[in-house]
C-alpha cells in the first residue's frame, strides 16, 4: 500500500499545465481562465463559461466535497490571487476578461475553510 493520496480529478473542456494545478485553459479555444496554485487547496471546483461559448468543469481534490466538513468564509485578493483569509496562503486565480461567467468552490488544505461564488 503506497502513502500517497489518490486524488479525484475531473476536467471538462478544459486542460491544466500542470497534473494538478498551474496555468488552466479552455480546451475549446486554449485561452488561460485562471490559475490554480497546486499546494494550498484540498478541493476545488470551477465550472465556467468561456468567451468562446464553451462551457467548462475543474474539478480536483484529496476528497470529493462530500467527505468535507468545514466553515464557509470568504476570501481575500492579495496581488490578482484569492486568498485563504485565515493565512493568506494563495488558492487560485481566475482570468475574469476570458470568461463570460463562471461558479467555484475551493477548500483550504491548510485550516479546511470553504470558499464559494
Do not use: H
Request: proline residues 1%; glycine residues 6%.
Amino acid at each position: 500500500m503506497s502513502g500517497k493520496k489518490q486524488i479525484y480529478k475531473e476536467l471538462i473542456n478544459s486542460r491544466l499545465l500542470k497534473n494538478y494545478g498551474s496555468w488552466m485553459y479552455c480546451d475549446e479555444c486554449n485561452s488561460t481562465i485562471g490559475y490554480l496554485c497546486y499546494t494550498t487547496y484540498k478541493y476545488f471546483n470551477f465550472d465556467f463559461t468561456c468567451n468562446c461559448g464553451s462551457k467548462g468543469r475543474v474539478v480536483l481534490g484529496e476528497k470529493k466535497k462530500d467527505d468535507l466538513n468545514s466553515i464557509v468564509d470568504k476570501l481575500v485578493t492579495k496581488k490578482n490571487r484569492l486568498c485563504c483569509s485565515a493565512d493568506e496562503s494563495p488558492l487560485f486565480s481566475i482570468v475574469t476578461k476570458n470568461l463570460i461567467n463562471y461558479e467555484f468552490e475551493v477548500v483550504c488544505k491548510n485550516c479546511n475553510r470553504i470558499y464559494k461564488e
